[in-house]
Every structure is written in C-alpha cells, then in structure tokens.
C-alpha cells in the first residue's frame, strides 16, 4: 500500500506545471480554438455596422470578436475593398509588379547587349 502511495505522490509531482508552461499551454489553446472568419463574414459583419441597426459594441459582442477587429475589417474594406478582406491585394498588387519588373529587365537586358555589340565593333574599326 505504501509503494502505490509514493508512486502516486511521484506522478503528481512529475506532473506539477510550472507558470512558464501554464501561459504556453493557455496560448496555445487559444490559437487552436481561433475562430477564423472568412470573407463573407467579414463583409457581412462590416456592412451590418454601415447599416447602424445596433451599436458596434452590441455587434462585436453578437459575433464574439474584439471592436479592435471589427475597426481592423472596416479600415482594410475601406482601403481596398472585398479582395482586401479576402488578403487578395497583395499578391494581385505584386504580381503586376514583377510582371512589370520582368518586362522593363528584359529591355534593359536588350539594349545590353546592343552596346556591347556596338562597342565590339567600334574597338574592331579602330583596330
């Protein structure tokens, strides 16, 4: 009896949790229980506050999220619209970007090489 005892006081105390682990445990469950709001969502939370119908604070406490979120929502819908919202912006933005990028490099490259064209005949006629 005294042996299961002791064995029991040792998984208790290898189970003991210190304070750093609590916090990283706690943290840790809130990413995995994070809800995740898609598009439509966002949109529709963000249009319910233009209609005004309830007070931001009401409609943050109905959809269970932050008004620092909600406000987030309204600033990206303002400044880019649905694809904001979507995180559509930026690679579109990018991609136009690089597209613009690879065509000016290629042209740069071309008139490269017809200097270096034209420089090997200018040293040839000196020559």
């Known amino acids: 009896m005294e042996e299961t005892t002791q ?5 208790d105390e290898e189970q003991a949790v210190s304070p750093g682990s609590t916090a990283r445990l706690i ?17 529709r ?3 319910e506050g233009f209609r005004k119908e309830i007070s931001i604070s009401e409609l943050c ?11 987030s929502w309204l600033k990206d819908f303002m400044e880019a619209g649905k694809a904001r919202l979507r995180g559509d912006s930026l690679r579109s933005a990018n991609e136009q970007e690089v597209k613009s990028l690879k065509e000016e490099s290629a042209r740069l490259k071309e008139l490269v090489a017809e200097q270096a ?3 090997q005949v200018f040293k040839k006629s000196l020559r």
């Open 7 to 11: 064995v029991l006081e040792r998984t």
């Open 27 to 43: 943290r840790n469950v809130r990413r995995a229980t994070r809800r995740k709001f898609t598009a439509e969502d966002k949109i």
């Open 45 to 47: 939370i963000v249009l």
């Open 61 to 71: 406490r109905r959809e269970s999220i932050a008004s620092t979120i909600y406000y």
């Open 117 to 119: 064209l034209q420089l």
